[in-house]
């Protein structure tokens, strides 16, 4: 299984089209980063106006902590079509190149060549995690510095100090992690049934924006079966930034407010995951390889 | 002798159409086995489910004696395949899709090993050479040289002479009985080119609709007796009725307006010719071809309906 895996990652970090997702990444980040730091002070200013009335903001709110927050926040909306490019493509790639049949010929059993390939997609999305973790969180923190993060939502404002966030941001991380591979497996689930990469990266992506579209929306309807979407938890990660409070209503540092709510969401996650690759390697277990 | 490929009853359907009907036959060791047919007889299909690319709807296939269900992984490291066409990774040079395939089927080799590897296909001096700027002929030489990447014993090959120019084909066919003489390997090698399979097959099958038409040793479906000669001549009319007066007339299979057809003994050729040159009959030209060729051709004529091939 091992050297399965690593001859499927060999190929997946040989193609060329491998690197179109770590080179976007750069770019967006790169130009959030450039127009904070221009623009910055102006963007907290919009940002803060509200709370300025009210309180004195002292220390550096803008620094690579809050930079992380907003890359993270825009990021993770476009990543999965990046993590789609290559985990469509797993099987429906192979198909369209004729390599299939060769794979398959091999004496290597069709559930080892699947969860080999699978893998390595999850190990895929999961270093372009490492990656946006390098570039939007430690570039970030190198260059803006660290201090306190502002988490401002509608009803509520939630201030980390300096030295409770990272941790918070492995685990965020950790749990985009997961998101990730859930998008991933879903992609590698309809690259069973095509011949072209472009018929599964088109469906992920359909799928994944139709349900977080339902999920938004506050219908009544779709209440009741959101929680089953797996896009509803995949924002999951946020729920570390916001701390436990006590009897007095102060903040609890180093607490996670809701913890069983983001590890039910993480659990549903995986529990997609299972579901997807089960339901990919069952399938194409009894499929005839015509390509 | 001891049987390689054992196929028993064997039948695929998709849907309504039934591409493989109750197909049997069997390849020996050391064989080179023709696989023969038209486009869409089966061929494909049939060569697909003996490497578990298709499942069969019914049927047994028996492979090192082995049945290919319950021993598939044991029976595919003992094989190598060329299907169709040799499509390879473009992005991979011509020694690393070797590397990745030995490591696929748990072969470990050397560097030299590789390159012989190479050499034995003639594209040791493309080694570092990306897929993408092969040809035809060398991708498909390297698609031999992946089938025998981890020396298995029975080599399948799927029309290897596909889009292949002439240099190319002869190139493989020099190759197939290398791999035959040389290395003794088992040789299954399918084509629609009853000519191809003539000059390398020791046996061979011709199927049509996924059945099987007739089986057998070159020698015995190549039998010299069974030459049809077809004879143009200046003119038919006398030709004709000088064949009708002679004791060629029990030869005489078909006239029509270009040429008369005769099946008789190859040897019996020259003869005929000086004997129509002494009846002051000017000949433009003879065409010898074995019956099994016209058997072929009537099967390759689309909507034909033809009765199993009698020798």
């Known amino acids: 299984m091992w050297s399965l895996l690593k001859i499927e990652l060999f190929k997946v970090f040989k193609r060329p089209r491998t690197y179109i997702a770590f080179i976007a990444v750069w770019a967006i980040v790169s130009l959030i980063q450039l127009a904070i730091y221009v623009d910055g002070p102006k963007y907290m200013d919009f940002v803060l106006k509200d709370i300025k009335d009210n309180f004195d903001v002292i220390g550096n709110p803008l620094n690579g902590y809050f930079v992380c927050f907003v890359i993270l926040q825009t990021l993770l909306i476009h990543v999965p079509l990046l993590v789609a490019l290559v985990s469509a493509d797993m099987i429906a790639g192979e198909a369209n190149m004729g390599t299939l049949r060769l794979l398959i010929s091999k004496p290597v059993s069709r559930t080892k060549l699947l969860v080999s390939k699978f893998l390595a997609s999850a190990i895929y999305a999961v270093i372009l995690l490492i990656w946006i973790a390098i570039l939007g969180l430690f570039l970030s923190m190198i260059i803006f510095g660290t201090d306190g993060l502002i988490n401002a939502k509608s009803y509520e404002i939630i201030i980390l100090n300096g030295n409770d966030i990272f941790w918070r941001y492995l685990c965020a991380f950790g749990f985009a992690a997961l998101a990730l591979v859930t998008v991933s497996s879903l992609g590698f689930f309809f690259s069973i049934f095509a011949e072209n990469s472009l018929g599964p990266i088109v469906a992920t992506m359909s799928v994944i924006i139709v349900f977080t579209i339902l999920t938004t ?15 509803s938890h995949m924002i999951g990660w946020k729920g570390f930034f916001e701390m436990k409070v006590d009897a007095d209503g102060m903040a609890i540092p180093g607490t996670i407010r809701n913890l069983p709510a983001v590890l039910r969401s993480a659990g549903i996650l995986l529990l997609h995951v299972f579901i997807f690759t089960g339901s990919a390697i069952f399938i194409f277990n009894r499929k005839d390889v015509l390509s | 002798m001891e049987s390689v490929i054992k196929v028993s009853r064997l039948t695929k359907t998709f849907r309504e159409l039934t591409a493989v009907n109750d197909l049997s036959f069997s390849v020996q060791k050391g064989d080179v086995y023709g696989f023969l047919g038209q486009n869409g007889a089966g061929k494909s299909t049939t060569i697909r489910m003996l490497l578990t690319l298709i499942q069969p709807s019914s049927g047994s296939i028996e492979v090192f004696g082995y049945d290919l269900k319950t021993h598939r992984k044991e029976i595919l490291r003992n094989t190598g395949a060329v299907i169709e066409r040799p499509d390879l990774y473009k992005y991979l040079t011509a020694y690393e899709t070797l590397q990745l395939f030995a490591k696929m089927s748990a072969v470990k080799l050397n560097k030299q090993q590789f390159m012989d590897q190479l050499e034995l296909v003639g594209l040791a001096h493309r080694a570092e050479s990306k897929v993408r700027t092969f040809s035809q002929g060398m991708k498909q030489r390297l698609g031999i040289a992946v089938a025998l990447v981890h020396n298995p014993e029975l080599i399948i090959l799927d029309e290897p002479t596909n889009g292949l120019d002439p240099q190319g084909i002869a190139d493989m066919r020099n190759l197939i009985l290398m791999l035959r003489e040389k290395m003794k390997k088992t040789v299954l090698v399918s084509s629609h080119l009853l000519s191809e399979v003539e000059q390398i097959a020791n046996r061979m099958i011709i199927i049509d609709k996924g059945k099987k038409l007739v089986e057998g040793t070159v020698t015995e479906l190549f039998h010299p007796d069974d030459t049809v000669v077809y004879i143009e001549t200046s003119d038919q009319v006398l030709c004709e009725q000088v064949i009708r007066n002679s004791s060629y007339a029990a030869k005489l299979m078909s006239v029509d307006v270009n040429g008369i057809e005769l099946k008789l003994k190859k040897e019996e050729v020259p003869a005929l010719t000086k004997w129509l040159v002494q009846q002051n009959i000017s000949i433009l030209g003879v065409h010898a071809r074995h019956s099994l060729e016209d058997y072929f051709l009537k099967i390759t004529t689309a909507n034909q309906h033809v009765e199993p091939f009698k020798n």
Not at chain 1, 218 to 226: A, H, T, Y
């Open chain 1, 217 to 231: 929306l506050d219908i009544p309807l779709f209440q009741s079966v959101k929680d089953y979407f797996f896009t």
